[in-house]
Nanobody, 119 residues
Framework: QVQLAESGGSLVQAGDSLRLSCTVA????????LAWFRKPPGKARRIAAS????????WYEDFAKGRFTISTDNDKNTVYLQMDNLKPEDTALYYC????????????WGQGAQVVVSS
């Protein structure tokens, strides 16, 4: 079983930086990928970035490239999303997710952290 809990959501101004954290309670051998998704108001949820659990290989959606950085701590118990130069269109509910080995989609989700970027 995997349990995920996000923190760090906040109201910020355009141009600010913010770091989201997600504690990952998991048996390490179960996890293939960790990721951050976001759901803007009235829009569908989309992946922002992912990190391969075993070797730290990262991937970013186009809107996240150059501004967002996904990382884990040394123990891989926490996954972070560093967001720089935030824009109003980054306003969304941000979710942490985990994908188990052998699964084709993310099968564990946190409750979400709200990020609001004012102009």
């Amino acid at each position: 079983q995997v349990q995920l809990a996000e923190s760090g959501g906040s109201l910020v101004q355009a141009g600010d930086s913010l770091r989201l954290s997600c504690t990952v309670a998991v048996r390490a051998f179960e996890i293939a990928f960790l990721a951050w998704f976001r759901k803007p108001p009235g829009k569908a949820r989309r992946i922002a970035a992912s990190i391969r659990y075993d070797d730290g290989l990262t991937w970013y959606e186009d809107f996240a490239k150059g501004r967002f950085t996904i990382s884990t701590d040394n123990d891989k118990n926490t996954v972070y999303l560093q967001m720089d130069n935030l824009k109003p269109e980054d306003t969304a509910l941000y979710y942490c997710a985990a994908r188990s080995k052998g699964f084709g989609s993310y099968n564990f989700w946190g409750q979400g952290a709200q990020v609001v970027v004012s102009s």
